[in-house]
């Protein structure tokens, strides 16, 4: 499995109650129309944490963030079947995050779980 994950904050003006209503009833509908698209998981940041377990290392302060968006997929093959499937299929401006969303990173990541036995 690949991620692709996406980082961002709310352009200045948005609510997070307006933002949501698009993300749930427009754009979550159409990101899932993607045949090659797995899975959303959507992670609304609670507060940024300063050190790691048992105060191992100091964390410089992070982005300010609204949300880490997880988008799934089988594979890297699935991901560029899916972004070849938007070209496709394009999203209309009006239904997208521009205006919306303010991007700070997209990117794509190897999975490696560890879960208790």
Do not use: C, Q
Not at 54 to 65: D, E, Q, V
Not at 75 to 103: I, K, V
Request: aromatic share 12%.
């Amino acid at each position: 499995m690949i991620k692709a994950l996406v980082g961002y904050t709310l352009v200045e003006g948005m609510t997070p109650e307006v933002y949501d209503e698009w993300l749930w009833k427009v754009h979550t509908p159409d990101l899932l129309a993607n045949p090659h698209l797995d899975r959303i998981v959507y992670n609304t940041v609670l507060r940024p944490v300063e050190s790691a377990s048992g105060n191992t290392a100091k964390i410089p302060p992070s982005l300010p963030l609204y949300r880490i968006a997880e988008l799934h997929f089988r594979d890297m093959a699935a991901y560029e079947a899916y972004r070849e499937w938007f070209n496709d299929n394009p999203l209309p401006a009006e239904r997208g995050p521009a205006g919306r969303t303010d991007f700070k990173f997209y990117l794509l990541a190897a999975v490696a779980e560890a879960t208790r036995a």
